[in-house]
């Protein structure tokens, strides 16, 4: 037998050995060793793909400034909406006391009216201004506080 068919017999009788390897690599740039190959392929790829990996740096990082602008527009816009209802609460307090005191004046003038016409001997007509006056006040004050309810 020649040498080159006992060495093909060989070679066909010897076990293959099959290597696998598994790398795991995160980031917007690829593994160096696989930026290397890329540069077999072309001398140009490295330097197009660190620049892709930068344009989308500059992009999230504009999409970040975005974010935080918009959270602040939003913590604006709500601390201003509690001022204005601290506002509306606190001039809505000073209208609800003057509207207590004009009741309350109304009441004692209804009051004293009523015992002027008392004392003057007209009960009946005491009763009518009595029941018209304290209707009139109650109603006001009902319909009062149901337009602030709305």
């Known amino acids: 037998m020649s040498s080159k068919s006992q060495n093909k017999t060989s070679l066909q009788n010897r076990p293959s050995q099959i290597i696998h390897q598994t790398v795991a690599y995160q980031g917007l740039l690829p ?6 190959r890329f540069k077999m392929l072309d001398p140009n790829l490295p330097e197009i793909i660190i620049k892709m990996a ?4 500059d992009r999230a990082d504009r999409e970040l400034d975005i974010i935080a602008e918009t959270q602040r527009s939003d913590l604006n816009v709500k601390m201003h909406e509690a001022e204005t209802k601290r506002t509306v609460v606190e001039k809505g307090a000073k209208y609800d006391f003057r509207a207590q005191m004009i009741i ?9 009216f009523i015992t002027f016409l008392a004392l003057n001997e007209q009960p009946m007509v005491a009763c009518v201004v009595a029941a018209g006056g ?12 149901s337009s602030k309810t709305k």
């Open 54 to 57: 930068e344009r989308s740096f």
């Open 31 to 36: 593994h160096p060793d696989i930026l290397e």
């Open 104 to 112: 309350l004046v109304m009441i004692v003038v209804l009051l004293a």
């Open 134 to 145: 304290f209707g009139a006040i109650i109603t006001a004050a009902i319909k009062g506080v």
